[in-house]
């Protein structure tokens, strides 16, 4: 059965540090992975990783997909109190999505 | 607004009720998906269209629930004789086609059996 796990299930930091989100996958037919934040409402959609398309920034997010490892890393720098919520990862595999429990991130001021 | 719309956003049911949401995708998107979330949980596959065909559907979706897009636009998502473990949040996603696309979210429906 397709699984995807997130570590650490939760964390909590500073203002201003760096902070490293992880996804492992297990997923036949792996087509993407794609990273949304949960803030509380629905998902919103951040990056999605192919076999093309491996490495994704945006601003102070960036996200890089390791297919010989079946892993995913979501690096924020910089962090600010806006960065708190859910992160979630998600792969495609047989034509649908499946969710990993998605890592709960609080900044502190 | 351009993305995807859910109504109603919040319903509370007592238990046996028949309940319906409707979700509309984004208009040019193909592809449509339910998803159910519980607290603690990432969102969990329901079930899926491909314009108006129904293509997939979860062991979860039991034969108390039902979806249907008539006319490969909105979609409808109808729970029967409702039960307290139904309640959740119920996502509606939609893409424009399977592999390359990402799926957007709707702001979801929160139902709430009591």
């Known amino acids: 059965e397709d699984k995807v796990v997130q570590s650490p299930l939760s964390l909590v930091v500073h203002e201003g540090d760096t902070v490293t989100l992880n996804c492992s996958y297990e997923v036949t037919n792996f087509r993407s992975l794609l990273w949304y934040k949960q803030e509380k409402k629905a998902p919103t959609f951040l990056f999605m990783l192919?076999?093309?398309?491996i490495e994704k920034k945006s601003g102070r997010l960036s996200s890089i997909l390791d297919k010989k490892e079946l892993s995913s890393i979501l690096n924020i720098t910089a962090t600010q109190t806006g960065d708190s919520a859910i992160y979630l990862c998600?792969?495609?595999?047989?034509?649908?999505?499946?969710f990993g429990q998605g890592t709960r991130l609080t900044i502190n001021p | 607004d351009t993305g995807v719309s859910q109504d109603p956003r919040h319903k509370i049911t007592k238990r046996g009720q028949n309940v319906t949401f409707r979700c509309d995708p984004i208009s040019e998107h193909n592809r449509l998906y339910w998803y159910r979330q519980t607290l603690g949980q990432g969102p969990e596959f329901l079930t899926y269209?491909?314009?108006?065909?129904?293509?997939?559907k979860s062991r979860l979706l039991s034969d108390r629930f039902s979806a249907e897009r008539p006319k490969g636009s909105f979609s409808t998502l109808e729970i029967q004789r409702t039960e307290q473990g139904d309640s959740a949040m119920y996502l509606c996603?939609?893409?424009?086609?399977?592999?390359?696309?990402?799926?957007?979210f709707g702001p979801g429906t929160r139902l709430t059996v009591t």
């Open positions: 269209f491909q314009n108006e065909a129904q293509l997939e």
């Open positions: 998600a792969v495609e595999g047989a034509q649908k999505l499946v």
């Open positions: 996603a939609s893409s424009l086609g399977q592999g390359t696309y990402e799926q957007y």
């Open positions: 192919t076999s093309s398309g």
